[in-house]
Protein backbone atom coordinates (compact mmCIF):
# COMPACT_ATOMS: atom_id res chain seq x y z
CA UNK A 1 0.00 0.00 0.00
CA UNK A 2 1.02 3.33 -1.05
CA UNK A 3 0.07 6.63 0.46
CA UNK A 4 1.31 8.83 -2.45
CA UNK A 5 -1.31 6.85 -4.58
CA UNK A 6 -5.30 7.94 -4.65
CA UNK A 7 -6.39 4.16 -5.34
CA UNK A 8 -4.45 2.61 -2.22
CA UNK A 9 -5.74 5.01 0.05
CA UNK A 10 -9.29 4.71 -1.02
CA UNK A 11 -9.03 0.89 -0.64
CA UNK A 12 -7.98 1.41 2.78
CA UNK A 13 -11.01 3.76 3.46
CA UNK A 14 -12.75 0.76 2.62
CA UNK A 15 -10.84 -1.67 4.22
CA UNK A 16 -11.70 0.65 7.65
CA UNK A 17 -15.12 0.49 6.82
CA UNK A 18 -15.37 -2.94 6.38
CA UNK A 19 -13.49 -4.11 9.63
CA UNK A 20 -15.27 -1.32 11.92
CA UNK A 21 -10.96 -0.52 13.09
CA UNK A 22 -10.27 2.20 15.37
CA UNK A 23 -6.66 2.31 14.91
CA UNK A 24 -4.44 2.41 11.80
CA UNK A 25 -0.83 1.34 11.79
CA UNK A 26 1.64 2.65 9.21
CA UNK A 27 5.04 0.91 9.92
CA UNK A 28 7.02 2.56 8.50
CA UNK A 29 5.84 5.48 7.16
CA UNK A 30 9.19 5.61 4.76
CA UNK A 31 7.88 2.30 2.62
CA UNK A 32 4.34 3.70 2.36
CA UNK A 33 5.58 6.35 0.03
CA UNK A 34 7.77 7.11 -2.50
CA UNK A 35 11.11 7.19 -0.68
CA UNK A 36 12.34 10.15 -2.64
CA UNK A 37 9.83 12.45 -1.77
CA UNK A 38 10.66 12.08 1.80
CA UNK A 39 12.23 15.19 2.29
CA UNK A 40 10.03 17.15 0.13
CA UNK A 41 7.44 19.26 2.22
CA UNK A 42 5.13 19.87 -0.88
CA UNK A 43 4.57 16.16 -1.14
CA UNK A 44 4.89 14.73 2.22
CA UNK A 45 2.15 17.64 3.13
CA UNK A 46 -0.05 16.05 0.16
CA UNK A 47 0.74 12.32 1.38
CA UNK A 48 -0.52 13.88 5.36
CA UNK A 49 -3.46 15.32 4.07
CA UNK A 50 -4.62 11.83 2.65
CA UNK A 51 -4.19 10.63 6.42
CA UNK A 52 -6.11 13.73 8.16
CA UNK A 53 -8.89 12.49 5.06
CA UNK A 54 -9.38 8.98 6.76
CA UNK A 55 -8.58 10.39 9.95
CA UNK A 56 -11.62 12.61 9.90
CA UNK A 57 -13.87 10.80 7.46
CA UNK A 58 -13.42 7.44 8.81
CA UNK A 59 -12.94 8.31 12.33
CA UNK A 60 -10.09 6.05 12.87
CA UNK A 61 -6.51 7.10 15.01
CA UNK A 62 -3.67 6.64 12.83
CA UNK A 63 -0.39 5.69 14.32
CA UNK A 64 2.97 6.51 11.84
CA UNK A 65 6.06 4.48 12.89
CA UNK A 66 9.34 6.40 11.38
CA UNK A 67 12.54 6.10 12.01
CA UNK A 68 15.10 8.76 13.54
CA UNK A 69 18.30 11.03 12.23
CA UNK A 70 21.29 11.22 13.66
CA UNK A 71 19.80 13.96 16.05
CA UNK A 72 17.46 11.83 17.20
CA UNK A 73 14.32 13.36 15.66
CA UNK A 74 11.66 12.12 12.89
CA UNK A 75 13.33 11.34 9.82
CA UNK A 76 11.72 13.19 6.59
CA UNK A 77 10.12 16.72 5.75
CA UNK A 78 9.01 18.57 8.70
CA UNK A 79 5.56 18.30 7.70
CA UNK A 80 5.21 15.24 8.78
CA UNK A 81 5.31 16.04 12.77
CA UNK A 82 3.51 19.41 11.70
CA UNK A 83 0.61 17.29 11.04
CA UNK A 84 0.43 15.22 13.83
CA UNK A 85 -1.42 15.89 17.01
CA UNK A 86 1.49 14.07 19.05
CA UNK A 87 4.87 13.06 18.60
CA UNK A 88 6.64 10.12 20.27
CA UNK A 89 10.17 9.26 20.78
CA UNK A 90 11.73 6.16 21.91
CA UNK A 91 14.93 6.45 22.99
CA UNK A 92 17.35 3.18 24.73
CA UNK A 93 20.52 4.30 26.99
CA UNK A 94 22.38 0.89 25.56
CA UNK A 95 22.12 -1.81 23.20
CA UNK A 96 21.19 -3.77 26.42
CA UNK A 97 17.94 -5.85 26.16
CA UNK A 98 17.40 -4.93 30.02
CA UNK A 99 18.48 -1.36 29.33
CA UNK A 100 14.80 0.50 29.67
CA UNK A 101 13.23 2.24 26.49
CA UNK A 102 12.48 5.63 27.14
CA UNK A 103 9.16 6.70 26.18
CA UNK A 104 8.92 10.58 25.54
CA UNK A 105 5.96 12.33 24.38
CA UNK A 106 7.42 16.00 21.91
CA UNK A 107 4.57 17.26 20.85
CA UNK A 108 1.20 17.36 22.37
CA UNK A 109 -2.37 18.92 21.57
CA UNK A 110 -4.16 17.01 24.90
CA UNK A 111 -3.36 16.66 27.85
CA UNK A 112 -1.69 12.95 29.06
CA UNK A 113 1.46 10.89 29.65
CA UNK A 114 4.89 13.53 28.98
CA UNK A 115 7.37 10.12 29.77
CA UNK A 116 7.05 6.37 30.25
CA UNK A 117 10.30 4.15 30.71
CA UNK A 118 9.80 0.59 29.95
CA UNK A 119 12.01 -2.44 31.10
CA UNK A 120 11.14 -5.56 28.72
CA UNK A 121 11.63 -8.94 30.39
CA UNK A 122 11.06 -12.20 29.87
CA UNK A 123 12.08 -15.90 30.21
CA UNK A 124 14.35 -17.79 27.50
CA UNK A 125 12.15 -18.69 24.78
CA UNK A 126 8.64 -16.44 25.91
CA UNK A 127 8.04 -12.93 24.61
CA UNK A 128 9.26 -10.30 26.64
CA UNK A 129 6.92 -8.47 28.61
CA UNK A 130 6.97 -4.58 29.41
CA UNK A 131 7.44 -3.26 32.93
CA UNK A 132 6.68 -0.07 34.25
CA UNK A 133 10.19 1.93 35.27
CA UNK A 134 9.02 5.33 35.52
CA UNK A 135 6.14 7.94 34.41
CA UNK A 136 5.39 11.17 34.37
CA UNK A 137 2.00 12.89 33.93
CA UNK A 138 1.86 16.58 33.22
CA UNK A 139 -1.36 17.86 33.90
CA UNK A 140 -3.43 20.06 31.37
CA UNK A 141 -6.95 21.16 30.26
CA UNK A 142 -7.54 19.66 27.17
CA UNK A 143 -8.43 21.11 24.16
CA UNK A 144 -11.58 20.49 22.37
CA UNK A 145 -12.67 21.42 18.99
CA UNK A 146 -15.77 23.35 18.59
CA UNK A 147 -17.66 20.13 17.44
CA UNK A 148 -16.59 18.27 20.30
CA UNK A 149 -17.89 21.03 22.53
CA UNK A 150 -21.21 20.73 20.06
CA UNK A 151 -21.96 17.03 20.85
CA UNK A 152 -21.09 17.52 24.38
CA UNK A 153 -23.09 19.75 25.17
CA UNK A 154 -26.50 17.91 22.82
CA UNK A 155 -25.37 14.95 25.17
CA UNK A 156 -26.07 16.62 28.10
CA UNK A 157 -29.22 18.48 27.25
CA UNK A 158 -30.58 15.76 25.32
CA UNK A 159 -29.14 12.33 26.14
CA UNK A 160 -29.43 9.47 25.51
CA UNK A 161 -28.88 10.08 22.34
CA UNK A 162 -27.74 8.79 19.16
CA UNK A 163 -25.88 10.31 16.29
CA UNK A 164 -28.21 10.85 14.09
CA UNK A 165 -30.54 12.67 16.78
CA UNK A 166 -27.64 14.98 17.46
CA UNK A 167 -27.45 15.69 13.90
CA UNK A 168 -31.25 15.95 13.57
CA UNK A 169 -30.78 18.55 16.12
CA UNK A 170 -28.58 20.81 13.87
CA UNK A 171 -25.17 22.36 14.30
CA UNK A 172 -23.26 19.45 12.58
CA UNK A 173 -23.03 16.92 9.91
CA UNK A 174 -23.55 13.79 9.66
CA UNK A 175 -19.25 13.90 8.60
CA UNK A 176 -18.13 15.47 11.65
CA UNK A 177 -20.42 13.85 14.71
CA UNK A 178 -18.86 10.03 14.71
CA UNK A 179 -14.94 12.44 14.88
CA UNK A 180 -16.42 14.40 17.20
CA UNK A 181 -18.12 12.20 19.58
CA UNK A 182 -14.91 9.99 19.48
CA UNK A 183 -12.80 13.01 20.72
CA UNK A 184 -15.92 14.00 23.86
CA UNK A 185 -15.25 10.47 24.57
CA UNK A 186 -11.55 10.25 24.71
CA UNK A 187 -11.90 13.62 26.82
CA UNK A 188 -14.19 11.48 29.09
CA UNK A 189 -17.21 13.57 28.45
CA UNK A 190 -19.37 11.23 26.93
CA UNK A 191 -19.61 7.66 26.77
CA UNK A 192 -22.06 4.93 25.39
CA UNK A 193 -24.63 3.32 27.25
CA UNK A 194 -25.76 -0.92 26.88
CA UNK A 195 -27.79 0.78 24.38
CA UNK A 196 -25.01 2.39 22.32
CA UNK A 197 -26.68 5.85 22.53
CA UNK A 198 -24.55 8.61 23.70
CA UNK A 199 -24.64 10.23 27.77
CA UNK A 200 -22.40 12.61 29.83
CA UNK A 201 -20.14 11.28 32.18
CA UNK A 202 -20.36 12.19 35.54
CA UNK A 203 -17.22 14.44 35.25
CA UNK A 204 -19.23 16.19 32.68
CA UNK A 205 -22.51 16.21 35.02
CA UNK A 206 -19.83 18.09 37.10
CA UNK A 207 -18.35 20.54 34.71
CA UNK A 208 -21.62 21.52 33.94
Known sequence: MRLDDDDDVDQLSTLIAHTR???????????????????D?????????????????????????????AAGEARGASAITA???????????????ESPITITRHKARQAGVERVRLRFRGLAGEPMAPELVEDKVKPK????????????TA??????????????????????????????????????NEDDLWIATAAEDEAA
Do not use: W, Y
Open 155 to 192: VREHGPISANRIVKLGGISSRDVGPALKEGAVARLIEQ
Open 141 to 152: RTQLSEHARHVA
Open 41 to 69: NALMGGVMLKLERLRSEDGVAILLLAHAN
Open 21 to 39: AELVVIDSLSRAHDAASEN
Open 83 to 97: ACDNEFRLARASESL
